[in-house]
Protein backbone atom coordinates (compact mmCIF):
# COMPACT_ATOMS: atom_id res chain seq x y z
CA UNK A 1 0.00 0.00 0.00
CA UNK A 2 2.04 2.13 0.84
CA UNK A 3 4.10 3.51 -1.97
CA UNK A 4 7.58 4.75 -2.44
CA UNK A 5 6.85 8.75 -3.18
CA UNK A 6 9.54 11.03 -3.98
CA UNK A 7 9.09 14.29 -1.71
CA UNK A 8 10.10 17.19 -4.09
CA UNK A 9 12.83 16.06 -6.68
CA UNK A 10 15.82 15.37 -3.86
CA UNK A 11 18.07 12.64 -4.81
CA UNK A 12 20.28 12.10 -2.51
CA UNK A 13 23.77 12.17 -2.38
CA UNK A 14 27.09 14.02 -0.86
CA UNK A 15 28.75 15.85 -3.90
CA UNK A 16 30.10 19.36 -2.74
CA UNK A 17 26.68 20.46 -4.28
CA UNK A 18 24.84 18.63 -2.01
CA UNK A 19 27.12 19.95 1.01
CA UNK A 20 26.29 23.70 0.47
CA UNK A 21 24.66 26.07 2.83
CA UNK A 22 20.82 26.05 1.08
CA UNK A 23 20.87 29.36 2.04
CA UNK A 24 23.59 29.95 -0.53
CA UNK A 25 22.01 27.66 -2.96
CA UNK A 26 18.76 29.16 -3.11
CA UNK A 27 20.90 32.69 -3.21
CA UNK A 28 23.07 31.56 -6.26
CA UNK A 29 20.41 29.98 -7.92
CA UNK A 30 18.63 33.09 -8.08
CA UNK A 31 21.77 35.15 -8.98
CA UNK A 32 21.92 32.42 -11.47
CA UNK A 33 18.85 33.21 -13.23
CA UNK A 34 19.18 36.90 -13.38
CA UNK A 35 22.40 36.82 -15.37
CA UNK A 36 20.71 33.99 -18.03
CA UNK A 37 19.15 37.03 -18.60
CA UNK A 38 21.67 39.41 -18.50
CA UNK A 39 23.56 37.70 -20.84
CA UNK A 40 22.32 39.51 -23.93
CA UNK A 41 24.73 37.33 -26.87
CA UNK A 42 25.57 34.27 -27.45
CA UNK A 43 29.41 34.80 -26.00
CA UNK A 44 27.66 35.07 -22.57
CA UNK A 45 25.11 32.51 -23.07
CA UNK A 46 28.06 29.88 -23.77
CA UNK A 47 29.85 30.94 -20.34
CA UNK A 48 26.43 30.66 -18.56
CA UNK A 49 25.60 27.01 -20.17
CA UNK A 50 29.82 26.11 -19.58
CA UNK A 51 28.80 26.90 -15.78
CA UNK A 52 25.82 25.10 -15.81
CA UNK A 53 27.44 22.27 -17.56
CA UNK A 54 30.35 22.03 -14.49
CA UNK A 55 27.80 22.42 -11.88
CA UNK A 56 25.56 19.25 -13.14
CA UNK A 57 28.54 17.46 -13.46
CA UNK A 58 29.77 18.08 -9.79
CA UNK A 59 25.94 17.18 -8.43
CA UNK A 60 26.62 13.81 -8.88
CA UNK A 61 23.03 13.50 -9.91
CA UNK A 62 22.78 11.02 -13.22
CA UNK A 63 22.34 13.14 -15.99
CA UNK A 64 19.02 11.21 -16.91
CA UNK A 65 17.62 12.55 -14.09
CA UNK A 66 17.76 16.14 -16.06
CA UNK A 67 16.65 14.74 -19.29
CA UNK A 68 13.63 13.51 -17.11
CA UNK A 69 13.24 17.07 -15.53
CA UNK A 70 13.42 18.49 -19.31
CA UNK A 71 10.98 16.46 -20.89
CA UNK A 72 8.40 17.93 -18.87
CA UNK A 73 8.61 21.23 -20.44
CA UNK A 74 10.06 20.49 -23.91
CA UNK A 75 6.52 21.41 -25.32
CA UNK A 76 7.11 24.98 -23.82
CA UNK A 77 10.50 24.69 -25.30
CA UNK A 78 9.70 23.92 -28.88
CA UNK A 79 6.82 25.99 -28.89
CA UNK A 80 8.70 29.33 -27.74
CA UNK A 81 11.26 28.15 -29.99
CA UNK A 82 8.79 28.10 -33.58
CA UNK A 83 7.40 30.77 -32.54
CA UNK A 84 10.15 32.80 -32.39
CA UNK A 85 11.75 31.37 -35.45
CA UNK A 86 9.26 33.77 -37.34
CA UNK A 87 9.92 36.81 -35.65
CA UNK A 88 13.12 37.86 -36.88
CA UNK A 89 15.00 40.57 -39.62
CA UNK A 90 17.85 39.27 -41.92
CA UNK A 91 17.96 37.36 -44.68
CA UNK A 92 14.75 35.38 -45.98
CA UNK A 93 15.51 31.57 -45.87
CA UNK A 94 12.05 30.44 -46.45
CA UNK A 95 8.70 32.39 -47.42
CA UNK A 96 4.84 30.95 -47.95
CA UNK A 97 2.38 33.81 -47.99
CA UNK A 98 2.85 36.31 -44.90
CA UNK A 99 5.39 33.76 -42.85
CA UNK A 100 9.04 33.65 -43.18
CA UNK A 101 11.84 32.66 -41.85
CA UNK A 102 14.95 34.69 -41.66
CA UNK A 103 18.34 33.84 -40.18
CA UNK A 104 18.05 36.49 -37.43
CA UNK A 105 14.76 34.24 -36.58
CA UNK A 106 17.11 30.90 -36.41
CA UNK A 107 18.85 32.56 -34.31
CA UNK A 108 16.24 34.21 -31.74
CA UNK A 109 15.07 30.75 -31.44
CA UNK A 110 18.50 29.05 -30.95
CA UNK A 111 18.81 31.59 -28.03
CA UNK A 112 15.53 31.75 -25.95
CA UNK A 113 15.72 27.68 -26.30
CA UNK A 114 18.70 27.97 -24.92
CA UNK A 115 17.64 30.31 -21.61
CA UNK A 116 14.87 28.56 -20.84
CA UNK A 117 16.86 25.53 -21.12
CA UNK A 118 19.22 26.36 -18.64
CA UNK A 119 16.84 28.00 -16.44
CA UNK A 120 15.31 24.81 -16.08
CA UNK A 121 18.51 22.64 -15.82
CA UNK A 122 19.81 25.56 -13.08
CA UNK A 123 16.83 25.12 -10.68
CA UNK A 124 16.53 21.58 -11.18
CA UNK A 125 20.12 21.25 -9.88
CA UNK A 126 18.84 23.09 -6.97
CA UNK A 127 15.86 20.97 -5.87
CA UNK A 128 18.05 17.43 -6.86
CA UNK A 129 20.66 18.33 -4.30
CA UNK A 130 18.85 19.79 -1.34
CA UNK A 131 16.00 18.24 0.93
CA UNK A 132 12.76 19.65 1.52
CA UNK A 133 13.66 20.52 4.79
CA UNK A 134 16.61 21.78 4.03
CA UNK A 135 15.16 24.34 1.57
CA UNK A 136 12.12 25.47 3.96
CA UNK A 137 14.88 25.99 6.90
CA UNK A 138 16.86 27.89 4.57
CA UNK A 139 13.84 30.02 3.39
CA UNK A 140 12.51 30.70 6.86
CA UNK A 141 15.99 32.31 7.39
CA UNK A 142 16.29 34.15 4.45
CA UNK A 143 12.71 35.12 5.27
CA UNK A 144 13.49 36.29 8.40
CA UNK A 145 13.94 40.20 7.75
CA UNK A 146 10.54 40.46 6.56
CA UNK A 147 9.25 39.68 10.02
CA UNK A 148 9.93 43.34 10.32
CA UNK A 149 6.92 44.40 7.91
CA UNK A 150 4.92 41.79 9.89
CA UNK A 151 5.27 38.68 7.88
CA UNK A 152 4.60 35.67 10.07
CA UNK A 153 7.72 34.03 8.57
CA UNK A 154 7.85 31.14 11.15
CA UNK A 155 3.91 30.04 10.87
CA UNK A 156 4.82 29.82 7.12
CA UNK A 157 7.96 27.42 7.20
CA UNK A 158 6.05 25.80 9.65
CA UNK A 159 3.01 25.09 7.47
CA UNK A 160 5.81 24.23 4.76
CA UNK A 161 6.90 21.54 6.56
CA UNK A 162 4.01 19.96 8.16
CA UNK A 163 2.61 19.69 5.03
CA UNK A 164 5.40 18.16 3.44
CA UNK A 165 5.40 15.72 6.11
CA UNK A 166 1.42 14.64 5.48
CA UNK A 167 1.56 14.47 1.75
CA UNK A 168 2.72 10.80 1.96
CA UNK A 169 0.07 10.27 4.89
CA UNK A 170 -2.80 11.71 2.85
CA UNK A 171 -1.84 9.52 -0.19
CA UNK A 172 -1.69 6.70 1.71
CA UNK A 173 -5.48 7.64 2.76
CA UNK A 174 -6.87 8.93 0.08
CA UNK A 175 -5.92 4.94 -1.71
CA UNK A 176 -7.40 3.48 1.09
CA UNK A 177 -10.59 5.22 0.30
CA UNK A 178 -10.37 4.67 -2.60
CA UNK A 179 -10.07 0.95 -2.53
CA UNK A 180 -13.01 1.19 0.42
CA UNK A 181 -15.47 2.95 -2.44
CA UNK A 182 -14.49 0.53 -4.75
CA UNK A 183 -15.55 -2.00 -2.59
CA UNK A 184 -18.88 -0.70 -2.05
CA UNK A 185 -19.37 -1.03 -5.30
CA UNK A 186 -18.12 2.82 -6.65
CA UNK A 187 -17.38 3.76 -9.96
CA UNK A 188 -14.10 5.90 -10.43
CA UNK A 189 -12.72 4.79 -14.09
CA UNK A 190 -15.78 4.92 -16.53
CA UNK A 191 -17.94 7.72 -17.60
CA UNK A 192 -17.52 11.28 -19.23
CA UNK A 193 -15.41 14.10 -17.64
CA UNK A 194 -18.72 15.42 -15.20
CA UNK A 195 -19.55 11.47 -14.23
CA UNK A 196 -16.14 11.23 -13.10
CA UNK A 197 -16.05 14.52 -11.03
CA UNK A 198 -19.08 13.29 -9.39
CA UNK A 199 -17.49 9.77 -8.81
CA UNK A 200 -14.70 11.75 -6.72
CA UNK A 201 -17.13 13.38 -4.07
CA UNK A 202 -17.53 9.92 -1.55
CA UNK A 203 -13.55 10.15 -2.02
CA UNK A 204 -12.47 13.98 -1.19
CA UNK A 205 -15.22 14.04 1.54
CA UNK A 206 -14.12 11.40 3.85
CA UNK A 207 -10.74 12.85 3.10
CA UNK A 208 -11.45 16.08 4.39
CA UNK A 209 -13.06 14.82 7.28
CA UNK A 210 -9.73 12.74 8.20
CA UNK A 211 -7.79 15.43 7.75
CA UNK A 212 -9.47 17.80 10.26
CA UNK A 213 -9.61 15.16 12.55
CA UNK A 214 -5.75 14.57 12.25
CA UNK A 215 -5.35 18.74 12.06
CA UNK A 216 -7.11 18.31 15.49
CA UNK A 217 -4.96 15.79 17.17
CA UNK A 218 -1.59 17.10 15.98
CA UNK A 219 -2.43 20.40 17.28
CA UNK A 220 -2.75 18.68 20.43
CA UNK A 221 0.31 16.89 20.08
CA UNK A 222 2.13 19.90 19.54
CA UNK A 223 0.83 21.54 22.24
CA UNK A 224 1.85 18.61 24.81
CA UNK A 225 5.43 18.73 23.02
CA UNK A 226 5.46 22.79 24.34
CA UNK A 227 4.70 24.24 21.11
CA UNK A 228 4.17 28.33 21.32
CA UNK A 229 4.89 29.66 18.61
CA UNK A 230 8.15 30.71 17.02
CA UNK A 231 9.29 32.95 19.98
CA UNK A 232 12.11 31.80 21.70
CA UNK A 233 12.74 28.81 19.60
CA UNK A 234 15.97 27.04 18.99
CA UNK A 235 16.74 24.61 16.03
CA UNK A 236 18.63 21.17 16.22
CA UNK A 237 19.79 21.92 13.35
CA UNK A 238 22.56 25.07 12.58
CA UNK A 239 23.32 26.19 8.38
CA UNK A 240 26.88 26.95 8.41
CA UNK A 241 28.53 28.45 5.76
CA UNK A 242 32.11 27.05 4.99
CA UNK A 243 34.55 27.62 2.53
CA UNK A 244 33.12 25.74 0.06
CA UNK A 245 30.14 28.31 0.23
CA UNK A 246 32.81 30.94 0.12
CA UNK A 247 34.37 29.37 -2.70
CA UNK A 248 30.71 29.01 -4.65
CA UNK A 249 30.03 32.09 -4.64
CA UNK A 250 33.40 33.66 -5.76
CA UNK A 251 33.64 30.94 -8.70
CA UNK A 252 29.62 32.27 -9.29
CA UNK A 253 31.03 36.07 -9.16
CA UNK A 254 33.85 35.48 -11.59
CA UNK A 255 31.72 34.01 -14.19
CA UNK A 256 29.04 36.75 -13.67
CA UNK A 257 31.84 39.63 -14.32
CA UNK A 258 32.50 37.46 -17.42
CA UNK A 259 29.07 37.78 -18.58
CA UNK A 260 28.27 41.11 -18.25
CA UNK A 261 32.18 41.93 -19.60
CA UNK A 262 30.45 40.06 -23.14
CA UNK A 263 27.34 42.39 -23.07
CA UNK A 264 29.17 45.22 -23.14
CA UNK A 265 31.61 43.72 -25.74
CA UNK A 266 29.89 41.80 -28.06
CA UNK A 267 26.56 43.14 -29.59
CA UNK A 268 23.33 41.70 -28.55
CA UNK A 269 22.39 37.94 -30.00
CA UNK A 270 18.36 39.36 -30.37
CA UNK A 271 16.98 40.32 -33.38
CA UNK A 272 14.35 42.84 -32.90
CA UNK A 273 11.09 42.39 -34.95
CA UNK A 274 11.12 44.56 -38.18
CA UNK B 1 0.76 15.01 48.07
CA UNK B 2 2.13 12.82 44.83
CA UNK B 3 4.15 13.50 41.81
CA UNK B 4 0.55 14.31 40.42
CA UNK B 5 -2.25 15.29 42.51
CA UNK B 6 -5.94 15.11 41.07
CA UNK B 7 -8.31 16.63 44.19
CA UNK B 8 -12.04 16.14 43.54
CA UNK B 9 -11.73 16.87 39.99
CA UNK B 10 -15.39 17.17 38.18
CA UNK B 11 -14.68 18.11 34.57
CA UNK B 12 -17.75 19.20 31.78
CA UNK B 13 -17.42 19.48 27.91
CA UNK B 14 -19.28 21.93 26.61
CA UNK B 15 -21.74 20.86 23.40
CA UNK B 16 -22.06 23.21 20.53
CA UNK B 17 -23.98 25.85 21.84
CA UNK B 18 -21.78 26.41 24.89
CA UNK B 19 -24.75 25.91 27.02
CA UNK B 20 -25.68 22.34 27.99
CA UNK B 21 -23.05 20.74 29.30
CA UNK B 22 -21.98 16.90 29.65
CA UNK B 23 -20.67 16.01 32.94
CA UNK B 24 -17.67 13.35 32.28
CA UNK B 25 -15.89 13.38 35.31
CA UNK B 26 -17.59 13.68 38.97
CA UNK B 27 -15.11 14.01 41.41
CA UNK B 28 -12.06 12.34 40.78
CA UNK B 29 -9.10 12.10 43.68
CA UNK B 30 -6.07 10.37 42.76
CA UNK B 31 -2.58 10.70 43.24
CA UNK B 32 0.16 9.09 41.54
CA UNK B 33 3.72 9.17 43.00
CA UNK B 34 7.11 9.43 41.38
CA UNK B 35 8.39 6.56 40.01
CA UNK B 36 5.54 4.54 39.74
CA UNK B 37 3.69 3.08 37.11
CA UNK B 38 0.12 3.03 36.87
CA UNK B 39 -2.17 1.50 34.51
CA UNK B 40 -5.39 3.46 33.88
CA UNK B 41 -8.49 1.04 33.26
CA UNK B 42 -11.95 1.54 32.08
CA UNK B 43 -14.40 0.98 28.91
CA UNK B 44 -15.14 3.70 26.20
CA UNK B 45 -16.74 6.64 28.15
CA UNK B 46 -15.43 5.95 31.42
CA UNK B 47 -13.68 9.18 31.63
CA UNK B 48 -10.15 8.01 31.74
CA UNK B 49 -8.63 10.22 28.66
CA UNK B 50 -10.23 13.34 30.22
CA UNK B 51 -8.75 12.64 33.00
CA UNK B 52 -5.37 11.69 31.45
CA UNK B 53 -5.75 15.73 29.45
CA UNK B 54 -5.94 17.17 33.18
CA UNK B 55 -2.36 15.70 34.26
CA UNK B 56 -0.37 18.16 32.00
CA UNK B 57 -3.21 21.37 31.81
CA UNK B 58 -4.42 20.03 28.38
CA UNK B 59 -7.85 20.02 30.05
CA UNK B 60 -8.78 22.70 32.90
CA UNK B 61 -10.97 20.73 35.69
CA UNK B 62 -14.02 22.17 36.37
CA UNK B 63 -13.37 21.87 40.11
CA UNK B 64 -11.42 20.82 42.15
CA UNK B 65 -7.75 20.83 41.62
CA UNK B 66 -4.53 19.25 39.66
CA UNK B 67 -1.05 19.81 40.85
CA UNK B 68 1.84 18.25 39.41
CA UNK B 69 5.32 18.67 40.98
CA UNK B 70 3.40 20.99 42.98
CA UNK B 71 2.48 23.50 40.05
CA UNK B 72 -1.08 24.23 40.16
CA UNK B 73 -2.31 23.77 36.10
CA UNK B 74 -5.04 26.10 36.44
CA UNK B 75 -2.30 28.66 36.59
CA UNK B 76 -1.64 30.01 32.68
CA UNK B 77 1.88 30.81 33.41
CA UNK B 78 2.94 27.34 34.13
CA UNK B 79 1.85 25.60 31.59
CA UNK B 80 4.74 25.23 29.60
CA UNK B 81 6.91 24.22 32.91
CA UNK B 82 4.21 21.67 33.23
CA UNK B 83 3.92 19.97 29.65
CA UNK B 84 7.99 19.89 30.24
CA UNK B 85 7.17 17.39 32.76
CA UNK B 86 4.89 15.52 31.83
CA UNK B 87 4.33 13.98 28.41
CA UNK B 88 1.28 13.06 26.46
CA UNK B 89 1.30 10.78 23.76
CA UNK B 90 -1.81 9.86 21.73
CA UNK B 91 -3.29 7.16 20.40
CA UNK B 92 -2.69 7.40 16.69
CA UNK B 93 0.79 7.65 16.05
CA UNK B 94 0.28 8.79 12.52
CA UNK B 95 -1.06 12.19 13.42
CA UNK B 96 1.25 13.30 16.05
CA UNK B 97 4.34 13.60 14.13
CA UNK B 98 5.35 16.73 12.92
CA UNK B 99 8.34 16.16 10.37
CA UNK B 100 9.31 14.60 7.98
CA UNK B 101 12.61 13.46 9.12
CA UNK B 102 12.60 11.14 12.52
CA UNK B 103 15.51 12.96 13.88
CA UNK B 104 14.09 16.70 13.44
CA UNK B 105 10.69 15.35 15.10
CA UNK B 106 12.36 14.32 18.15
CA UNK B 107 13.90 17.94 18.26
CA UNK B 108 10.51 19.09 17.72
CA UNK B 109 10.02 19.38 21.93
CA UNK B 110 13.25 20.45 22.40
CA UNK B 111 13.61 23.23 20.01
CA UNK B 112 10.23 24.16 21.55
CA UNK B 113 12.00 24.86 24.90
CA UNK B 114 14.67 27.17 23.70
CA UNK B 115 17.52 24.45 24.32
CA UNK B 116 20.63 25.08 23.08
CA UNK B 117 21.69 22.98 19.81
CA UNK B 118 24.59 20.88 20.31
CA UNK B 119 22.08 19.86 23.35
CA UNK B 120 19.11 19.39 21.79
CA UNK B 121 21.34 17.54 19.36
CA UNK B 122 22.61 15.11 22.45
CA UNK B 123 19.45 14.83 23.93
CA UNK B 124 17.95 13.57 20.30
CA UNK B 125 20.59 10.97 20.18
CA UNK B 126 19.76 9.56 23.59
CA UNK B 127 15.97 9.47 23.53
CA UNK B 128 16.37 7.46 19.73
CA UNK B 129 18.31 5.50 21.86
CA UNK B 130 16.34 4.79 24.85
CA UNK B 131 13.07 3.39 22.49
CA UNK B 132 15.60 1.60 20.46
CA UNK B 133 15.40 3.62 16.89
CA UNK B 134 18.85 5.15 16.70
CA UNK B 135 18.96 3.65 13.61
CA UNK B 136 16.33 5.64 11.56
CA UNK B 137 17.08 8.63 12.91
CA UNK B 138 17.24 10.13 9.46
CA UNK B 139 13.99 7.87 8.24
CA UNK B 140 10.78 9.47 6.86
CA UNK B 141 8.22 8.58 9.28
CA UNK B 142 5.37 7.27 6.54
CA UNK B 143 8.34 4.43 6.04
CA UNK B 144 7.90 2.87 9.39
CA UNK B 145 5.80 0.12 11.64
CA UNK B 146 2.85 2.03 13.70
CA UNK B 147 4.89 0.57 16.54
CA UNK B 148 8.21 1.83 15.09
CA UNK B 149 6.27 5.55 15.00
CA UNK B 150 4.55 5.09 18.13
CA UNK B 151 8.31 4.83 19.53
CA UNK B 152 9.10 8.02 17.93
CA UNK B 153 6.35 10.17 19.43
CA UNK B 154 7.75 8.33 22.92
CA UNK B 155 10.95 9.52 22.08
CA UNK B 156 9.59 12.94 21.33
CA UNK B 157 8.45 12.98 24.71
CA UNK B 158 11.72 11.86 26.32
CA UNK B 159 13.53 14.36 24.36
CA UNK B 160 12.02 17.17 26.54
CA UNK B 161 13.43 15.04 29.95
CA UNK B 162 10.18 14.62 31.26
CA UNK B 163 9.62 13.35 34.88
CA UNK B 164 6.13 11.16 33.88
CA UNK B 165 4.75 10.47 30.56
CA UNK B 166 1.10 9.94 30.13
CA UNK B 167 0.08 7.27 27.31
CA UNK B 168 -3.51 7.29 26.15
CA UNK B 169 -4.19 4.12 25.05
CA UNK B 170 -0.66 3.82 22.73
CA UNK B 171 -1.17 0.64 21.58
CA UNK B 172 -5.08 0.88 19.96
CA UNK B 173 -4.18 0.80 16.70
CA UNK B 174 -1.28 -1.30 16.74
CA UNK B 175 -0.57 -4.92 15.90
CA UNK B 176 0.67 -7.67 18.27
CA UNK B 177 4.19 -7.06 17.86
CA UNK B 178 3.71 -3.05 17.42
CA UNK B 179 1.91 -3.35 20.94
CA UNK B 180 4.94 -5.89 22.62
CA UNK B 181 7.19 -2.92 21.30
CA UNK B 182 6.08 0.12 22.89
CA UNK B 183 5.14 -1.73 26.00
CA UNK B 184 8.33 -3.40 26.62
CA UNK B 185 10.11 0.41 25.46
CA UNK B 186 7.42 1.74 28.36
CA UNK B 187 8.59 -0.80 30.80
CA UNK B 188 12.26 -0.12 30.44
CA UNK B 189 11.78 3.52 30.44
CA UNK B 190 10.00 3.13 33.81
CA UNK B 191 12.58 0.25 34.97
CA UNK B 192 15.96 2.00 34.01
CA UNK B 193 15.20 5.75 33.75
CA UNK B 194 12.63 6.23 36.58
CA UNK B 195 9.97 7.81 34.54
CA UNK B 196 6.95 8.08 35.99
CA UNK B 197 3.92 6.10 33.35
CA UNK B 198 0.19 6.68 33.50
CA UNK B 199 -0.64 3.76 30.88
CA UNK B 200 -4.51 4.14 29.64
CA UNK B 201 -5.91 1.47 28.07
CA UNK B 202 -8.41 -0.89 27.81
CA UNK B 203 -6.42 -3.69 27.13
CA UNK B 204 -6.25 -5.99 30.47
CA UNK B 205 -3.38 -7.94 29.79
CA UNK B 206 -1.17 -4.76 29.73
CA UNK B 207 -2.57 -3.17 33.07
CA UNK B 208 -1.07 -6.73 34.57
CA UNK B 209 2.42 -5.46 34.53
CA UNK B 210 1.97 -1.99 36.30
CA UNK B 211 2.54 -1.32 39.68
CA UNK B 212 -0.83 -0.01 40.51
CA UNK B 213 -4.09 -0.62 38.17
CA UNK B 214 -7.01 2.29 38.55
CA UNK B 215 -10.53 1.20 37.29
CA UNK B 216 -12.78 4.49 36.08
CA UNK B 217 -16.58 3.99 35.60
CA UNK B 218 -18.98 6.24 34.77
CA UNK B 219 -16.31 9.38 35.97
CA UNK B 220 -15.49 7.80 39.16
CA UNK B 221 -12.81 5.69 40.14
CA UNK B 222 -14.31 2.24 41.11
CA UNK B 223 -11.79 0.92 42.37
CA UNK B 224 -7.90 0.73 42.81
CA UNK B 225 -4.87 -1.16 43.76
CA UNK B 226 -1.76 -3.81 42.54
CA UNK B 227 -3.09 -5.92 39.79
CA UNK B 228 -3.27 -8.67 42.02
CA UNK B 229 -5.97 -7.26 44.82
CA UNK B 230 -7.98 -5.48 41.49
CA UNK B 231 -8.07 -8.18 39.11
CA UNK B 232 -9.35 -10.61 42.13
CA UNK B 233 -11.99 -8.37 42.30
CA UNK B 234 -13.84 -10.24 39.11
CA UNK B 235 -17.53 -9.96 40.08
CA UNK B 236 -17.25 -5.77 40.47
CA UNK B 237 -15.80 -5.39 37.20
CA UNK B 238 -17.89 -8.12 35.66
CA UNK B 239 -20.89 -5.66 36.95
CA UNK B 240 -19.81 -2.88 35.29
CA UNK B 241 -18.88 -4.93 32.05
CA UNK B 242 -15.10 -4.92 32.42
CA UNK B 243 -13.04 -7.79 31.78
CA UNK B 244 -10.12 -9.41 33.41
CA UNK B 245 -7.33 -11.05 31.61
CA UNK B 246 -8.00 -14.12 30.12
CA UNK B 247 -5.94 -16.62 32.24
CA UNK B 248 -7.23 -14.68 35.57
CA UNK B 249 -10.83 -15.27 33.65
CA UNK B 250 -10.12 -18.77 33.42
CA UNK B 251 -9.20 -19.53 36.86
CA UNK B 252 -12.11 -17.56 38.48
CA UNK B 253 -14.56 -19.86 36.20
CA UNK B 254 -12.72 -23.09 37.01
CA UNK B 255 -13.05 -22.09 40.86
CA UNK B 256 -16.56 -21.17 40.31
CA UNK B 257 -17.02 -24.55 39.08
CA UNK B 258 -15.21 -25.80 42.52
CA UNK B 259 -12.25 -26.69 41.22
CA UNK B 260 -9.30 -25.92 44.24
CA UNK B 261 -7.28 -22.77 42.41
CA UNK B 262 -5.46 -20.11 43.52
CA UNK B 263 -7.48 -16.57 44.75
CA UNK B 264 -6.06 -14.65 41.57
CA UNK B 265 -4.00 -15.83 38.75
CA UNK B 266 -2.73 -12.91 36.94
CA UNK B 267 -0.68 -14.41 33.93
CA UNK B 268 -0.79 -17.21 31.49
CA UNK B 269 2.54 -18.60 33.03
CA UNK B 270 0.74 -18.36 37.10
CA UNK B 271 -2.29 -20.11 35.15
CA UNK B 272 -0.38 -22.64 33.80
CA UNK B 273 1.69 -23.14 37.00
CA UNK B 274 -1.65 -23.51 39.29
CA UNK B 275 -3.37 -26.10 36.71
CA UNK B 276 -0.07 -28.27 36.74
CA UNK B 277 -0.21 -27.98 40.39
CA UNK B 278 -3.88 -28.99 40.19
CA UNK B 279 -3.76 -32.14 38.09
CA UNK B 280 -0.27 -33.22 39.26
CA UNK B 281 -2.45 -34.20 42.55
Known amino acids: MARDITLGQYIPGHSLIHRMDPRVKIALTFVFIVFIFVASNFEGLLIMVALMFAILLMSGVPLKQYFKSLKAILFIVIFTGVLNLFYGSGHVIWQWKVMQITDGGICNALFVSIRIVSLILYSSVLTFTTSPTDLTDALERIMKPLKALHVKVHEIAMMMTIALRFVPTLLEETDKIMNAQKARGADLESGGVTQRIHAMIPILIPLFVSSFRRAYDLAMAMECRCYHGGEGRTKMKQLHMTNLDGAAIACTAIFCAAVIFCAAKFPAALHELR | ?281
Not at chain 2, 8 to 25: D, H, I, P, Q, R
Not at chain 2, 79 to 105: H, M, W
Not at chain 2, 226 to 234: L, Y
Request: charged share 25%.
Open chain 2, 1 to 281: MGYISAQNVTFAYENNEGEEKNEVLHGVSLDIKKGEFVALLGHNGSGKSTLAKHFNAMLLPCGGKVYVDGLDTMDEALKIEIRRRVGLVLQNPDNQLVASIVEEDVAFGPENLGIAPPEIRKRVDDALKAVEMYDYRLSAPYKLSGGQKQRIAIAGIIAMEPDCIVLDEPTAMLDPRGRDEVLHTIHKLNNENGITIVLITHYMDEAVGADRVVVMDEGKVLTQGTPREVFSQVELLKEHELDVPQATELAWRLRKEGYDLPECVLNSDECVAALEHLLNR
